[in-house]
């Protein structure tokens, strides 16, 4: 079975940056919906970003949650089965457990940036601290 594990969380000033990865035991040859998750304490899990992947996918879409638009680009490296989300700009409110999560099969669509429920794979997370 497919599993994700993230890297690259830390403490960092506001406004700093960090690079999270999230490194797939075994990269897909169809079409699969890559999402990045946060959930800070007492909050909700919400959506951050959203990356199809695949050997079969090209380019493949990205969607971004509004919060983070402009701030934060998520990427590919296929060669290394890795999706990597760039935070720049960072908040103190972006302070969060950071999860990758997989929606096995599927088109990546912004209608996922508000479900994630449908995604059935996830990492075990890496803590993102901003301090003000």
């Known amino acids: 079975q497919e599993q994700l594990k993230e890297s690259g969380g830390g403490s960092v000033q506001a406004g700093g940056s960090l690079k999270l990865a999230c490194q797939l035991s075994?990269?897909?040859?169809?079409?699969?919906?890559v999402g990045w998750f946060r959930q800070a304490p007492g909050k909700q899990r919400e959506a951050v970003a959203l990356?199809?992947?695949?050997?079969?996918?090209?380019?493949?879409?990205?969607y971004y949650a509004d919060l983070v638009k402009g701030r934060f680009t998520v990427y590919r490296d296929d060669a290394v089965k890795t999706v990597y989300l760039q935070l720049n700009g960072l908040k103190p409110e972006d302070t969060a457990m950071y999860y990758c999560?997989?929606?096995?099969?599927?088109?990546?669509?912004?209608?996922?940036?508000?479900?994630?429920?449908?995604?059935?794979?996830w990492g075990q997370g890496t803590q993102v601290t901003v301090s003000s």
């Open positions: 075994t990269y897909p040859d169809t079409i699969n919906c």
């Open positions: 999560a997989l929606h096995v099969g599927s088109f990546c669509y912004r209608s996922h940036l508000s479900s994630p429920n449908d995604f059935a794979l």
């Open positions: 990356m199809e992947v695949g050997r079969s996918t090209g380019k493949g879409d990205s």
